[in-house]
């Protein structure tokens, strides 16, 4: 196994865990009180995460930092810092779609029926979210778009089986779905702590990206291209 630093700051939340051997042994989370505010604390949160495992003698193999849908301003913070630290140390970069992070809480925490669909969602305005479709085992029945939702956005799969939409984006939308099969889990953010096991399977798989080159998946080059909400 293999001691990984994760960083998240898709939405207002930021945080940053350590990983090492499958377990989360450090973790932090702020909300940011103002804009601007994750880059002041970011820096903070990832030195006193590396003084806690240079303090425990573990070395680090891998900088996990979330990938996208997210804030251009949050995710370009996020990676800029994760590309600096494995530069600076020779480490490897992993990038976790920050969509499949979100169904990780609920795939660990709830009992879900075993056809059931995840339908994770990031607000983007009025009634337009960025969401994908994953199944319990998170492979992409429908991969990720800019929806904007209303009654049929996501009926092929509610007439099949159970849906279970969360995220910042996933309350605003209830009311226009109005389904039967359509469940919505409340609570549910992109935190870093939720980060290993996806971070940990890229590692493994080595899916890892060019720290020179790499760049996250900007929600606003996507909801440029998105049509205009009758809303």
Same mark, same amino acid.
């Given at each position: +196994?293999?001691?990984?630093?994760?960083?998240?700051?898709?939405?207002?939340?930021?945080?940053?865990?350590?990983?090492?051997?499958? #377990?989360?042994?450090?973790?932090?989370? !702020?909300?940011?009180?103002?804009?601007?505010?994750?880059?002041?604390?970011?820096?903070?949160?990832?030195?006193?995460? +590396?003084?806690?495992?240079?303090?425990?003698?573990?070395?680090?193999?891998?900088?996990?930092?979330?990938?996208?849908?997210?804030?251009?301003?949050?995710?370009?913070?996020?990676?800029?810092?994760?590309?600096?630290?494995?530069?600076?140390? %020779?480490?490897?970069?992993?990038?976790?779609?920050? $969509?499949?992070? $979100?169904?990780?809480?609920?795939?660990?925490?709830?009992?879900?029926?075993?056809?059931?669909?995840?339908? =994770?969602?990031?607000?983007?305005?009025? +009634?337009? /979210?960025?969401?994908? /479709?994953?199944?319990?085992?998170?492979?992409? /029945?429908? =991969?990720? !778009?800019?929806?904007?939702?209303?009654?049929?956005?996501?009926?092929?799969?509610?007439?099949?089986?159970?849906? @279970?939409?969360? %995220?910042?984006?996933?309350?605003?939308?209830?009311?226009?779905? #109005?389904?039967?099969?359509?469940?919505?889990?409340?609570?549910?953010?992109?935190?870093?702590?939720?980060? #290993?096991?996806?971070?940990?399977?890229?590692?493994?798989?080595? #899916?890892?990206?060019?720290?020179?080159? @790499?760049?996250?998946?900007?929600?606003?080059?996507?909801?440029?291209?998105?049509?205009?909400? =009758?809303?």
């Amino acid at each position: +196994m293999s001691c990984i630093l994760h960083i998240e700051t898709s939405t207002e939340v930021c945080s940053v865990a350590v990983s090492d051997d499958a #377990q989360v042994i450090y973790h932090d989370e !702020q909300r940011a009180e103002h804009k601007g505010s994750s880059a002041e604390r970011l820096a903070t949160m990832v030195d006193e995460a +590396m003084s806690f495992t240079d303090s425990h003698a573990i070395p680090f193999d891998a900088v996990a930092v979330s990938g996208g849908p997210g804030s251009y301003t949050g995710l370009r913070i996020g990676v800029s810092m994760a590309k600096g630290i494995c530069c600076g140390r %020779g480490l490897k970069l992993i990038s976790v779609p920050t $969509l499949e992070l $979100l169904c990780v809480p609920v795939l660990l925490r709830d009992e879900l029926p075993d056809d059931a669909l995840l339908c =994770p969602m990031l607000d983007a305005r009025r +009634m337009e /979210v960025y969401a994908a /479709v994953y199944d319990r085992a998170l492979r992409p /029945v429908r =991969p990720v !778009q800019a929806d904007v939702v209303d009654a049929d956005t996501y009926r092929e799969w509610l007439e099949e089986r159970p849906v @279970y939409f969360l %995220g910042n984006g996933a309350a605003k939308c209830m009311t226009a779905i #109005q389904h039967p099969n359509a469940h919505l889990i409340e609570g549910i953010e992109p935190l870093a702590r939720w980060m #290993q096991p996806l971070a940990e399977r890229r590692l493994l798989n080595g #899916q890892t990206e060019d720290v020179a080159y @790499y760049e996250p998946f900007y929600l606003k080059d996507f909801v440029a291209k998105m049509p205009k909400s =009758p809303f």
